[in-house]
């Protein structure tokens, strides 16, 4: 039995279908609510932002969440991969966040405020003549926050952290979840509602294995970092004192990683040597016939994370109509590891390899172990499968984990409770299986549906899941499906711009 008043019951837990009177008898008080979106992130966002377009109030739609702003997290893990407010971001000009019909971009708005043409410009030339333009992120989560307060987003958001997504007996869910401590007298509360909506984001950031082995070993969290958590100190530590640094990866993480430390040499004399470990070092163009990723120096170039065609054009058709393995193979094709071809990184990379203080290293990791002396760690380097070459050591004070890889969806507590009670399933990425409209596959309830949206679904039928367009995208196709049902209207022309018009005058909606 419940142990506190409101708590659960282990019996509960392994419970798949909930009754009004399970909840009742456990003490949790249940609030109605037709629409419930899990995270409040910026895929939250765009999904409500989207609905209240189409005419939804706000009584009709509850966030569930732990932040103060949609953007938090995203600016935390930005700023800890050295992506600050007056740094720009990677997406373009039209993915525009706070506003779904894409105009004005943010290049036309960066002019407006700066009473100078150049950003417009770089807009109408790139990326033949200049590199694409991309904002810069405190002007994202400024206007972000403008949308969030035209929309009364605070007057929806309710805080907390969703344990479970349960199907209730008569149809619908409950959506329990735990309120900040000291907030209400009952350990949960639940709403009862027809729709859920999941954009959790990263279910977890996970570094590479031998990384984590050296640190759970050596309990070393000082010297061996991940790009996505605190790390500044070792970049205070670099302009102290000459250190060498190894930095794995080779996305974009890893770019604005190399451009922070090559800065910190430029503008604060740091004597940093970099040690660049690829694992696999491609020589030759990449991607498909029809879309092909020039290679430079271990490199591998695009503009985004998918090509331009992902969001909407012949590449999402595509993938909309591919199943199985065609799908993760072509997935991967298009993807794959990938920076942007910034001309900036590209000289201070020449720069350092003439230099000497930029060096490239391949191969695999054989082991990863604190120096003889213990004042360094020691990385031994064999090559790749199929490449001739020697075991190499490389000592240094730091290491940096830049792979940026994603923890898998079982590890989030609330997704796998999903999979073993809801009937969610998993795609060829591993990730959460949902239909074109992201629709969570085997959890209709009666007339209720889940939907999710952002990277807990790459692998389904739509490419740039996680970025800015793809969350918008992910947003009109279920508000799409939402308004078949009945929920909200249809945005037509007329209300399209009409909304527009509002939106313009930053009125209230
Ligand atoms: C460093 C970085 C740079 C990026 N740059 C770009 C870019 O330039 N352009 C672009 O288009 N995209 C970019 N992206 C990708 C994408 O736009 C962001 O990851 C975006 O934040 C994803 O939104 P989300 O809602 O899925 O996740 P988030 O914004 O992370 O929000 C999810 C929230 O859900 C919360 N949550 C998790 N579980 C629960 C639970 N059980 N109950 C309640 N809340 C929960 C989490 O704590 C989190 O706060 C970038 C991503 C990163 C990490």
């Not at 609510?33 to 706000?58: C, E, H, K, Q």
């Not at 000082?222 to 100190?233: K, L």
């Amino acid at each position: 039995m419940a142990t506190t008043p409101g708590d659960i019951s282990d019996q509960l837990v392994q419970t798949s279908v909930w009754s009004d009177q399970d909840l009742h008898n456990h003490g949790i008080p249940v609030y109605d609510v037709p629409f419930v979106s899990v995270g409040g992130g910026i895929g939250s966002f765009a999904m409500v932002d989207t609905l209240r377009i189409a005419g939804l109030t706000t009584d009709q739609i509850r966030v569930v969440s732990d932040l103060q702003r949609p953007s938090q997290t995203y600016e935390y893990l930005a700023s800890n991969s050295q992506i600050r407010r007056e740094h720009r971001l990677r997406s373009d000009s039209g993915s525009v966040i706070d506003c779904i019909w894409g105009w004005p971009g943010y290049a036309l708005r960066e002019s407006w405020a700066d009473k100078n043409p150049a950003a417009a410009t770089t807009v109408l030339v790139e990326p033949i003549l200049a590199n694409y333009y991309t904002p810069k992120a405190g002007q994202v989560y400024q206007s972000l926050d403008r949308e969030a307060a035209r929309i009364s987003w605070n007057s929806m958001v309710h805080p907390g952290v969703v344990r479970h997504v349960r199907k209730r007996d008569r149809g619908d869910y409950f959506v329990l979840f735990t309120p900040p401590a000291g907030t209400t007298t009952t350990k949960r509360q639940a709403f009862r509602c027809r729709y859920v909506h999941l954009a959790v984001g990263y279910p977890g950031v996970r570094m590479l294995d031998d990384l984590q082995n050296y640190r759970e070993k050596n309990q070393d969290f000082q010297r061996v970092v991940n790009a996505y958590e605190p790390h500044d100190h070792v970049y205070a530590e670099m302009r102290r004192r000459p250190c060498t640094v190894l930095v794995r990866g080779a996305g974009i993480v890893a770019s604005r990683v190399l451009q922070r430390l090559i800065d910190d040499r430029d503008e604060h004399g740091a004597k940093t040597t970099i040690v660049h470990l690829f694992r696999t070092y491609p020589t030759k163009a990449e991607g498909p016939p029809t879309f092909r990723r020039p290679v430079k120096k271990g490199w591998s170039y695009q503009g985004f994370n998918f090509p331009k065609g992902s969001w909407g054009g012949q590449y999402r058709d595509k993938l909309e109509s591919l199943e199985g393995d065609e799908r993760a193979k072509f997935l991967a094709s298009i993807g794959g590891t990938n920076t942007a071809p910034r001309k900036y990184w590209q000289e201070q990379l020449d720069r350092g390899e003439r230099e000497g203080f930029y060096i490239q290293a391949r191969g695999e990791v054989e082991s990863v172990t604190p120096s003889a002396d213990g004042r360094q760690v020691e990385t031994v380097v064999k090559p790749s499968r199929g490449a001739t070459g020697l075991t190499t050591e490389y000592n240094a004070d730091f290491i940096i984990d830049a792979t940026g890889l994603e923890a898998r969806i079982e590890e989030h507590r609330l997704l796998n409770d999903m999979l073993l009670h809801t009937g969610a399933g998993k795609n060829v990425r591993d990730r959460l299986d949902v239909e074109r409209d992201f629709r969570l596959r085997g959890t209709d309830s009666g007339e209720g549906r889940i939907y999710a949206s952002g990277s807990i679904t790459l692998g389904a039928y739509y490419a740039g899941v996680d970025s800015f367009l793809g969350l918008q995208y992910a947003a009109l196709r279920i508000h799409d499906s939402l308004a078949e049902v009945g929920f909200g209207k249809k945005i037509g022309p007329v209300r399209s711009t009409a909304q527009w018009w509002k939106w313009a005058r930053n009125k209230a909606i």
